[in-house]
C-alpha cells in the first residue's frame, strides 16, 4: 500500500501542476486586467499598481515568479482587498464552505443509503416507485432552482425560515437542503441498483436459507457490498459540494469561500483566483486519494497497485 500511495501522490503533484498552469495562463489570456475597471484611478497610478505586484512584466517571468513563491506556500497579496493575504482569505473564509458542504454530505449520505436500500427491497412496489420519482426529479432540477423556490416558498411566502446568511441554525436549512438534494437522490439511485445487484447473489440467498433474517443478511452481508459504489462517489461528491456552493453561497449571502471565488473572478483578482484554485484542487485530489484506499478497508479483497 505504501507503494501506492507514493504513486498517488506523485500524480496528484502532477496534477495540481497542471491545473495552476493552465489557470494561470487561462486567467491572464483575457482580455483587460484586475485596475482597469477602476476608472476613478489614473493610467499612471493604474502602472505603479502593476508595477507594485509585478503584472508589468512578461507572462512567463509573472508565471515563474508565483510558481516559486507558491511552492514556498506564499499565494501573494490580494489585488482587490488590499492589505489582505490570500491565504488568509482562505482560511477565513473555507471553515464556513466546509461547514455548510459537511452537513450536506452527511444528509446526503444519512438520507440516500437508507432509501436506496429501501427502494431494492421493495422492487416494483409503491414504495419503490416514489422513491424513484422523487431521486429522478432531484437528478433533474439544478441547485439554483431549489434556491429560489425555496426562498420563495419558505421564507417570502410562508416565513417559516431566513433567506440570507448564516448567523442561527435555521439560516442552514435551505442552503443544505438545496445542496444536498442532488446528491441524496444520486446515491438513492446508485445504492438502489447496487443492493438489487447484490441481494440477487447466491452468499445472500444462502444466508436467508440458513435462516438469517432478512435485515441482517440486508445490513450485516449485502450493505457491505453495496456500499462501495457510494464510496466512490463520496470523491466527487466533496468536490460538488464545494463547487456547488459557489452559487448557493451567492444566492443566499453566505461569507463563505465560494462567494469570495466567485467576486475574485469578477474582480480579476488574479492572486485569490490563484489561491483559491490550487486550495481546492489539492483537497479534491486528496479526497479521492483517500477513497481509494477506504476501498481497501471496506474489501479486503481489492488490491492496490
Request: proline content about 5%.
Amino acid at each position: 500500500m505504501g507503494k501506492y500511495i507514493l504513486k498517488r501522490m506523485g500524480a496528484a503533484l502532477l496534477t495540481i501542476f497542471l491545473v495552476v498552469t493552465i489557470t494561470f495562463f487561462l486567467m491572464n489570456l483575457v482580455p483587460g486586467g484586475p485596475f482597469v475597471a477602476e476608472k476613478s484611478i489614473s493610467e499612471q497610478a493604474q502602472n505603479a499598481l502593476k508595477e507594485k505586484f509585478g503584472l508589468d512584466k512578461p507572462l512567463i517571468v509573472q508565471y515563474k515568479n508565483y510558481m516559486l513563491n507558491a511552492f514556498h506556500g506564499d499565494f501573494g497579496l490580494s489585488l482587490k482587498q488590499r492589505g489582505r493575504n490570500v491565504t488568509d482569505i482562505i482560511s477565513s473564509k473555507f471553515p464556513v464552505s466546509a461547514r455548510l458542504g459537511g452537513i450536506a454530505v452527511l444528509v446526503a449520505l444519512l438520507l440516500g443509503i437508507p432509501l436506496g436500500s429501501v427502494a431494492a427491497v421493495n422492487r416494483g412496489k409503491w414504495v419503490d416507485n416514489l422513491i424513484i420519482v422523487i431521486a429522478t426529479g432531484g437528478i433533474a432540477v439544478p441547485s439554483f432552482v431549489l434556491c429560489t423556490v425555496g426562498m420563495y416558498v419558505f421564507g417570502v411566502h410562508l416565513g417559516l425560515l431566513p433567506t440570507f446568511g448564516l448567523t442561527s441554525p435555521l439560516h442552514y436549512v435551505l442552503p443544505v437542503f438545496a445542496l444536498s438534494f442532488y446528491p441524496t437522490a444520486y446515491i438513492t439511485r446508485l445504492m438502489r441498483s447496487s443492493m438489487l445487484d447484490v441481494i440477487g447473489q447466491d452468499y445472500i440467498r444462502t444466508a436467508r436459507a440458513k435462516g438469517v433474517s432478512q435485515f441482517f443478511s440486508l445490513f450485516k452481508h449485502a450493505l457491505r457490498n453495496a456500499i462501495l459504489p457510494v464510496v466512490t462517489y463520496v470523491g466527487p461528491l466533496l468536490a460538488y459540494t464545494l463547487t456547488g456552493s459557489f452559487i448557493v453561497e451567492r444566492i443566499f449571502v453566505i461569507p463563505g469561500l465560494g462567494g469570495q471565488f466567485v467576486s475574485s473572478i469578477m474582480n480579476r483578482d488574479y492572486t485569490v483566483i490563484m489561491g483559491t484554485t490550487i486550495f481546492l484542487a489539492t483537497l479534491v485530489i486528496v479526497m479521492n486519494t483517500v477513497v481509494d484506499i477506504v476501498y481497501k478497508l471496506i474489501d479486503p479483497r481489492i488490491q492496490l497497485n
